[in-house]
């Protein structure tokens, strides 16, 4: 069998979710969304099932992933509905709805809903994406009051630019937020991961009944750049590791790799690791990208293959064939593949596919 594989540490993850909340001093729905950013949502979801307050999906069909696997709690659609026929579905098994749009609002008055929704409205403060101009956005919320068909409202918005800890834009929007909910008296939501990580002033007293929405620090990635004291604290949930499959002992001046872009200076050992872009390890990785061979530290060199990689053996004489690889995780930081790649981590934990997982504790 293929040796790649990716192990789910999930006592991290219920770290990584205890530090989320406590840093936002709020409740805080797990963001799930893209099979829990690669992680596998439905084994995620039962990990977190007995402390999350609930969870956070794109869409129904993976809601209903969840409902399936017997996940009770409260999970939120963070895009809503995209058709009007899912309205009956999202009641009957009691989702909660993101209302971005006044299409959306348009298509629950005209709905006959058996049970009231609960819905997230969802405030354009800036990011341009999507959620409800502010000009609208009281009036929305009375014509949702009004139609007879929701029975709570939660106010929301999402940051652009929280990951930037320099830039202003972040407390822009949270005023532009404000001003838009001025005197309305409800339960709100605002941050992500880098809100929650790098914008505390912007929180200082925070309500207890609010939510957060933690997505990418559950996994212990970082979504900064430079370090950080609080991201300093996750604990890397995925670990993924494959094995040298083969060993070249190459004398100085050889090419290796596709398109011949590492060149050896000087006679290098060459390991040749199951592991490529079709596993979702990002192709633009460089030679000197961090791995670990058998503990020890090592690079990548030359391009890497669709299901194969190269690492330097040379100063790591007692690695080999059969050689334990460790490509992220533990102790090669995720962030660190990601920048080397010129990438984020996000896409990186969400591109991985083929892969087999393991979950620790089983
Ligand atoms: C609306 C919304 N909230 C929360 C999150 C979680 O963000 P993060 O992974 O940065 O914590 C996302 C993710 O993209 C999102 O789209």
């Known amino acids: 069998m293929r040796p790649a594989s990716a192990l789910i540490d999930l006592d991290g993850l219920r770290h990584n979710y205890r530090l989320a909340r406590k840093t936002s001093g709020s409740r805080a729905l797990a963001v799930i969304k893209a099979d829990a950013y ?17 969870f956070a999906v794109a869409c129904i069909e993976e809601a209903l992933e969840l409902r399936a ?11 809503g509905f995209f058709e009007p026929n899912e309205l009956e579905l999202i009641v009957h098994h009691q989702l909660w709805c993101v209302v971005h749009s006044i299409w959306q609002i348009e298509a629950i008055e005209r709905s006959g809903l058996s049970q009231p ?10 990011m341009h994406r999507v959620g409800l101009h502010p000009a609208d956005y009281q009036a929305a919320r009375q014509r949702l009051m009004n139609c007879g068909k929701v029975a709570k409202i939660v106010l929301m918005s999402h940051f652009a630019r929280a990951d930037e800890l320099d830039c202003p834009r972040s407390a822009e929007q949270l005023a532009v937020f404000r001003q838009a909910c001025d005197s309305i008296e409800a339960e709100i939501s605002l941050r992500n991961s880098p809100a929650i990580l790098g914008w505390p002033q912007l929180f200082e007293k925070p309500n207890p009944n609010d939510w957060a929405r933690p997505g990418l620090m559950l996994y212990g990635a970082s979504p900064f750049e430079e370090p950080h004291p609080v991201a300093a604290q996750l604990r890397p949930v995925m ?16 090419p290796v790799g596709y398109g011949a872009h590492f060149v050896s200076q000087r006679p290098t050992r060459v390991g040749v690791v199951a592991m490529g872009y079709a596993d979702g390890y990002p192709r633009h990785a460089p030679t000197g990208t961090p791995v670990q061979v058998d503990g020890l530290s090592s690079q990548l060199i030359g391009r890497v293959s669709m299901d194969m990689l190269t690492v330097d053996l040379t100063d790591l004489p007692g690695t080999g064939l059969g050689s334990q ?11 660190e593949i990601a920048q080397r790649a010129g990438t984020i981590p996000y896409q990186i934990l969400c591109n991985l596919k083929r ?4 979950y620790s504790p089983h």
């Open 239 to 254: 670990t993924l590791s494959s094995r040298v499959i083969a060993v070249r002992e190459l004398p100085a001046g050889e």
């Open 38 to 54: 690669g992680h596998g949502a439905v084994r995620c979801a039962h990990a977190l099932a007995d402390e999350a307050d609930g």
């Open 355 to 358: 892969v087999s997982r393991q």
């Open 325 to 335: 690889v460790e490509l992220w995780g533990q102790h090669v930081p995720i962030n």
């Open 117 to 126: 929704l609960t819905i997230w409205l969802k405030l354009d403060s800036g």
């Open 69 to 79: 696997a017997g996940i009770r709690a409260p999970i939120l659609l963070l895009e």
